[in-house]
């Protein structure tokens, strides 16, 4: 009998371009861990102060939530369920000083204590106040504060678990996150072997399903189903080696671009030329140096008037040093 979901995660697992490889092993992912759990400190020192203040721009919230957003295209809309929606009035976070504090109780217990029962306890305890637009999605910070205990919770990932397991989980229901959770965890417990015990990789991999990068094993052993299944994943494994290979070729495109002008820049420097190098090139790294190094900081102005807006986009200019008039210009192709 094949282990259709064990081939799926060693499949994923090995895919250059999957969220395993691309965000699960992407090594600044523990340096963040340590700054959003100090944001999250913060967003409870000042709800406890009265100084959080009733706007989501420009809160700690807003900062704490942001570096979350920006954790690879896993967390990408983060921000969507703390955003402050005024004719919804939602989240009510903003203008209810009590359900302020409440969100700041979950968030330091969460942030304090070592044990699942508590934390279960806590986020009881928020869902039982009830407050209006403030859902699981709460749990995408609880989850860089406990990894092992709490996974994260976006539509991606609930599209995932449900095609994953069959499940009916809902969005916005605490409830529903606290099943998907205990399905999480059986799975995690189950494939620990080739997966982790952060959550994070599993819910990795429920990403990957639910946004369609990689189809649902079939939740029977048919043959043909299997196979039909089975073929649809060599697909994926060919689309990815395709793109790896593409976005390799990119990379040699752009080395041997910056390796021309490179020459350009110190050629036109060894004939006493004043040389720039295009805006968006630039800090690119050329024999361990940036490629503008030695080079014009800035164009003269009479060449940025009307219509010359795309003249620092050119990739090596050498102008005359004493009057700044252009002496050459170069595009590499």
């Known amino acids: 009998m094949t282990d259709t979901t064990r081939t799926l995660i060693e499949r994923w697992k090995s895919d250059p371009n999957g969220t395993y490889q691309t965000w699960f092993l992407w090594p600044e992912r523990l340096k ?39 954790q690879r295209q896993i967390f990408k809309g983060a921000d969507h369920a703390f955003l402050w929606k005024p004719k919804l009035r939602i989240p009510d976070i903003y203008e209810n000083a009590d359900n302020q504090r409440a969100f700041a109780r979950l968030l330091h217990t969460c942030n304090c204590c070592d044990t699942e029962a508590e934390m279960l306890t806590a986020i009881q305890r928020l869902s039982g106040v009830g407050i209006k637009g403030l859902g699981p999605a709460v749990a995408n910070l609880l989850y860089f504060i406990h990894p092992t205990l709490l996974p994260p919770f976006n539509t991606a990932i609930v599209n995932g678990y ?5 499940a009916a989980v809902k969005l916005g229901k605490w409830d529903h996150y606290l099943a998907m ?33 990689y189809p649902a094993p079939p939740r029977n052993d048919l043959p043909g189903e299997v196979s039909a299944w089975e073929d649809d994943l060599a697909k994926v494994r060919e689309q990815a080696s395709a793109l790896a290979k593409q976005i390799q070729a990119g990379k040699l495109e752009d080395a041997t671009h910056t390796e021309v002008q490179g020459w350009l820049r110190d050629l036109g420097k060894s004939l006493g030329y004043a040389v720039w190098i295009a805006t968006n090139d630039r800090g690119r790294e050329y024999n361990g140096e940036p490629l503008s190094l030695g080079c014009l900081s800035a164009l003269p102005a009479t060449l940025l008037v009307s219509g010359g807006e795309t003249v620092p986009l050119i990739d090596a200019v050498w102008l005359d040093p004493a009057t700044l008039e252009v002496a050459a210009a170069f595009e590499v192709e």
Do not use: K, P, Q
């Open 181 to 213: 959770r205990d399905g999480i965890l059986a799975l995690n417990h189950r494939y620990r072997e080739v997966l982790s015990n952060d959550l994070g990789a599993l819910a990795g991999l429920l990403f990957d399903v639910g946004t369609g990068r």
């Open 162 to 166: 449900n095609a994953l397991t069959g």
């Open 32 to 70: 963040n861990f340590r700054s959003i759990r100090r944001g999250i400190g913060a967003v409870v020192e000042e709800i406890h102060a009265g100084t959080f203040g009733n706007a989501y721009r420009g809160s700690s919230l807003e900062t704490v939530v942001a570096s979350i957003a920006e």
